[in-house]
């Protein structure tokens, strides 16, 4: 019989999922799964019960929540040759991945995505000995994400970043950085630069447009120096898609980029302090399998399974 174990986060988002559990649970082992949950207790926690899954032989593993338990969950699972295959139930405040993998957000029919059986490659990124699935970043734009309480995401979900954002968008200042991204380099001070697996990222889902979830590159924005005037044009125009061709912002794909700078750096990796400069980024091309609704996905995140044919 296969196994499923379900991992999932009683705080994230609205604390819906644990009124759904039973139901889960049944669904499961009605298509054949011996299924077992675990609710996490706090940060970290998530990827250590990835890793127990792992060592008792779970075919398929779940992360419940949001980006920061899936985050977890495949810093658990990532450093297996051959990781068990993930689903994803998207009940957090933010669910960019599972956006980005038309994932529903009712918990029942993300369930059954699952359970139809069907899945596709995605990239993974590593930086220096951490896993991400979405975006890293740096630049104190990236570093809101820390600040948010818990209460108000529970209270408002993304508009509570939006308004953080607001609050210290006058306070932001450019930092100075030395990035190399394949065979080229930028030096100089930079408001933010952003490393994308995917298209979707905080709620601006035009950010990477051309980004695919499966083809080894991640997409890298950097935006240079500007004023709070110029900062907020650019941020209206990526809502629309429309900011790539500006000269204060670099755009390009690259497989392995490298980070320094003479001031320590945080680096956000999905929504939760990662680490710090210096770090190597290295893409780990269709590491894992992932549960998703095949005929829904962008037709460049669909071209893996063409090939394959
Ligand atoms: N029982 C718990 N109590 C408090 N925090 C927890 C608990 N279990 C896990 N966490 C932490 O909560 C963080 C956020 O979780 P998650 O992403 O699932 O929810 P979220 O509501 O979408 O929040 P965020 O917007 O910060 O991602 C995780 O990174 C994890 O470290």
Redesign the pocket.
Known sequence: MKRARIIY??????EIFKKYLPEVLQRFEQAGFETSCH????????TEAAISAVERGCDIVVAA????????VVNGLARQKNPPKLGIIP?????DFARALHLPRDVLRATEIILQGETIPVDIGKMNDKYFVNIAGGGRLTEL?YE?P?KL??MLG?LA?YLKGIEILPSIRPTYIHLEYDDQMFEGEAMLFLIGLTNSVGGFEKLFPNASINDGYFSLLILKKTNLADFIRLATMALRGEHLNDPKIIFAKASRIQVSSPEKVLINL???LGGETPATFTNICRHLQVFAPIDQLRPEDKKILEENL
């Open positions: 986060n009683p705080t994230s988002g609205r609710a996490t207790t706090g940060k970290g926690d998530a929540g949001g980006d920061g338990t899936l985050n977890e009940v957090g405040t933010t669910n994400t948010v818990s995401k529970t993304q970043y999905d929504g939760e």
